[in-house]
């Protein structure tokens, strides 16, 4: 074999292992991105079913406080921790800065300007997104000293 053929057989050679390894990192990509996506569609596939449970926590909440009874706490509890295994938490609001993206302010009332003073309803995070946004009394004018 003349050396030119062996240049060009290496050449080949060296050629089909680059496209060889480039499709192996491109198959690797491939399962990697097919995991993430099925990870993300289990995440948010009880998104719908978690929105729908959000009124029943608040009644729930309501309910609690109002009635102090002990049994309808436990069960609220269990509620909330089943809420938080799923990737849900309490998006923090009272006492807070007004954050638009978080919440929504329904009312201006006497206190700290920007402060959130009551909440009306709670809002809450699905895996740090938005699952259902805080509405919220904000503070507009500073209360007067005497």
Excluded at 3 to 11: F, M, P, T, V, Y
Excluded at 109 to 131: A, C, D, T
Excluded at 138 to 145: C, I
């Amino acid at each position: 074999m003349t050396s030119k053929k062996k240049i060009n057989l290496q050449e080949q050679l060296n050629d089909l292992e680059n496209k060889w390894k480039r499709a192996l990192a491109d198959y690797a990509n491939l399962e990697k991105r097919i995991d993430n996506e099925k990870q993300s569609f289990v995440k948010y596939s009880n998104l719908k079913l978690l929105e729908k449970l959000l009124p029943i926590l608040d009644d729930l909440e309501a309910a609690e406080n109002h009635l102090k009874d002990q049994g309808l706490k436990i069960i609220l509890n269990k509620l909330k921790e089943i809420l938080k295994s799923e990737g849900v938490e309490e998006i923090k609001t009272y006492g807070e800065e007004f954050n638009p993206e978080l919440m929504e302010a329904i009312e201006i009332i006497e206190g700290p300007k920007n402060k959130v003073m009551e909440v009306s309803r709670k809002g809450y995070l699905l895996e740090g997104k938005v699952l259902r946004i805080a509405k919220v009394k904000v503070g507009g004018t500073q209360l007067k000293e005497n």
